[in-house]
């Protein structure tokens, strides 16, 4: 039976044993509504939609025969937002920052569709461009729903075959993935992928993976990763073009699929200003400093008005060189909303100029275990380094070393927690203990620990020494965005130098420590700890935790060895061979005893093991929005979990007149 997806309550009960809520209308942000169909709204509200309007900008084109009219444009089966505040008015350009090109930002989270979504808390399954989903008891079989009628920003169908041509096309070509992603084979064995009819598809798995729910509404199913415009790329790809490694030559590419892989990015690397999307924004324009992004006139989703979204007409990202650019353009109202970049400690300087600026301050909440967490690398190339990070006393007498309460002072007006790195309290299986373990302020512990080692200290007592008498020295690497990453590696630098441990530091652009990290050549990368809601920690592959080659790199080898089934990489220990076996039983579980009793060993296993060791925690996010910039909420959750501007709806902000 089809489930509506307003009313799929996906706590972990509901998940694993298939119950099926009573019907009704669900808050997606704070103070607003989605329902999943036209058809839905009025049945559960009473009230009818009789007539769609659009923006003034898409009515004079329509007048000049560039585009059908709205009703045309629309899917038979539009999915209705209920607005924050009020129904919004049409019309204007918005504009954020990032920092960089190619880094996620302000104005490249909002603008992500997903097959599924999820609410602003985390806490639920909501529609998207899948109208509903069916999961079989068994879970082994997810069925989704799609929208009649639906098309791309260019006015052509949306349906199962952009699917289908995901999977059959990019995911089973082997030289666009050579090596088939873990996520979609549970048990080794890839999963299926069926087309029931032009608006149904069906995936099939060798065995239960209740996990793929959380996946699907995430990552695991936008643009890119899960469907692609068929009609577009096709192109580019050698089974429907004999001449595509012709056109790529001809576009400076040596192979196909090299170009294949160029058209298809939606994220922000994408430079194909063609490229047709299902997203509120489509790329129009890209230079060096800027990008322009216009309203899709194809979009899916309408207010209780009929008015089709998004209200504004452009989206700008203004690309800047640092976070402190973007707090002072904050300040001088020259930015219409900031999030990402700018910090709290910055709070008191936000409030003083708030008049000046036109804007308001808001505090939103953090749903991350740790603000900034540092890993040593496991896997280390080094056989000396790699031996004392792989000594566990080590790991736990650097946790002890750190000052969090100073951290939280500092930088947090005391309103953080200081903490260790690990899953939300929200979450049914959290035990207390794992936030407080080797947590303490305690060099003296720290410095025993070290002793006890054998690092002993050089002669003038300034820095411990290497088991082959070289000075104890280590680099910490870090992109300094989202959050004051550069202050807190600033004094955790002075922490672990008052133990003897000589720490140099090294800010980074994103992709390049990405590069960095990736190639096994870091000694600590720093990164925050985010997915620490249930419905996140509950995915390994983005997980920080058990993604040895996530953001924090802790031991990118051993990931590859579990990644590939052994044909890359470097075999790890047993007990990381146990950690993943534990994860394998954890992820495909259908008993919601098994699945805590799983979740509780392999945080045991964590907290003792301290692979990732965290600062402070679930603090406040300071967030500045213009005054005339409306149906933003005054309060909302703003983290990687429900992809920080994701959930507080773009679509259906507007500049008030």
């Known amino acids: 039976m089809l489930r509506k997806l307003t009313v799929a309550m996906l706590v972990v009960g509901l998940c694993l044993m298939g119950i099926t809520p009573v019907l009704a209308q669900k808050e997606w942000i704070p103070g607003a509504k989605v329902y999943s169909t036209l058809a839905e709204y009025e049945k559960l509200t009473g009230k009818k939609i009789e007539k769609f309007h659009e923006a003034p900008m898409l009515r004079v084109k329509v007048a000049a025969g560039e585009l059908p009219p709205v009703e045309k444009r629309l899917p038979e089966e539009p999915l209705v937002i209920e607005p924050i505040e009020e129904i919004g008015q049409y019309g204007g350009r918005i504009t954020g920052t990032a920092l960089g090109p190619t880094t996620w930002n302000d104005t490249a989270q909002p603008r992500l569709e997903f097959s599924l979504t999820v609410n602003n808390k985390v806490t639920e399954v909501l529609p998207n461009i899948a109208k509903g989903y069916d999961f079989s ?6 069925t989704l729903y799609l929208r009649k009628g639906m098309k791309w920003s260019d006015g052509h169908p949306f349906t199962a075959d952009d699917y289908l041509f995901w999977y059959e096309d990019v995911l089973l070509n082997d030289e666009l993935t050579p090596v088939k992603p873990r996520a979609w084979s549970p048990g080794g064995e890839l999963m299926k992928m069926e087309k029931v009819d032009d608006y149904t598809i069906r995936l099939h798995f060798a065995q239960p993976y209740p996990v793929i729910l959380n996946y699907i509404a995430y990552f695991g199913s936008r643009q890119e990763s899960f469907f692609h415009p068929k009609h577009y790329l096709k192109r580019w790809h050698i089974k429907y073009n004999p001449k595509a490694n012709e056109l790529a030559k001809e576009e400076g590419y040596d192979y196909w699929w090299q170009a294949f892989n160029f058209h298809k990015i939606t994220g922000p690397q994408q430079q194909d200003t063609n490229l047709p999307m299902v997203r509120p924004f489509i790329l129009k324009k890209r230079t060096p400093t800027q990008k322009i992004f216009e309203r899709n006139p194809y979009y899916w989703k309408i207010d209780t008005e009929g008015n089709q979204l998004p209200y504004l007409d452009e989206l700008v990202c203004d690309i800047v060189e640092s976070a402190e650019i973007t707090t002072l353009k ?3 109202g020259e930015i219409s909303y900031a999030g990402m970049d700018i910090a709290l400690k910055d709070y ?6 708030e008049e000046k600026g036109g804007y308001r301050t808001l505090l939103y909440k953090y749903l991350r275990g740790s603000v900034c967490a540092f890993a040593f690398n496991q896997t280390h190339k080094d056989p000396v380094l790699r031996k004392i990070f792989q000594d566990v006393r080590f790991r736990q007498a650097m946790s002890l070393a750190i000052n969090r309460d100073e951290i939280n002072n500092i930088l947090y007006f005391g309103k953080a927690i200081p903490c260790q790195a690990t899953v939300h309290p929200t979450c049914s299986y959290y035990k207390e203990e794992w936030s407080k373990a080797y947590a303490q302020y305690d060099p003296e512990r720290a410095n025993k620990l070290l002793d006890e080692i054998g690092l002993k200290w050089d002669k003038k007592h300034q820095y411990r020494l290497r088991p082959d008498g070289k000075s104890l020295a280590v ?12 202050k807190i590696c600033e004094l955790v630098k002075g922490y672990w130098e008052k133990v003897g441990v000589k720490v140099s530091l090294k800010p980074e ?3 390049f420590n990405a590069m960095r990290r990736n190639a096994n050549e870091v000694d600590v990368n720093v990164w925050h700890v985010d997915r620490t809601s249930e419905l996140r920690a509950y995915i390994p592959w983005t ?6 080659k996530s953001e924090l790199g802790q031991g990118v080898l051993w990931q590859d060895w579990y990644d590939t089934g052994g044909k890359a990489g470097e075999e790890p220990p047993e007990k990381i061979k146990r950690m993943y076996k534990l994860l394998d039983e954890w992820t495909t579980t259908t008993s919601e005893e098994e699945y805590r009793r799983l979740a509780q060993e392999l945080f045991d296993f964590y907290a003792e093991n301290l692979f990732i060791i965290g600062t402070v925690g679930m603090a406040p996010k300071v967030i500045v929005v213009k005054n005339n910039l409306r149906n933003v909420p ?7 979990d429900n992809t920080f501007w994701n959930t507080l709806g773009i679509a259906q902000w507007f500049l008030k007149k």
């Open 509 to 511: 652009e994103r992709s």
């Open 475 to 486: 680099t910490i690497e870090f992109w300094p965005g989202e959050g004051p990453k550069t």
């Open 543 to 548: 997980s920080k935790f058990f993604n040895f």
């Open 330 to 332: 904050a300040i001088a």
């Open 348 to 353: 008191p300087l936000f409030k003083k100029n």
């Open 634 to 640: 005054e309060k909302a959750y703003f983290d990687a």
């Open 137 to 142: 008891e068994d879970k082994k079989t997810l």
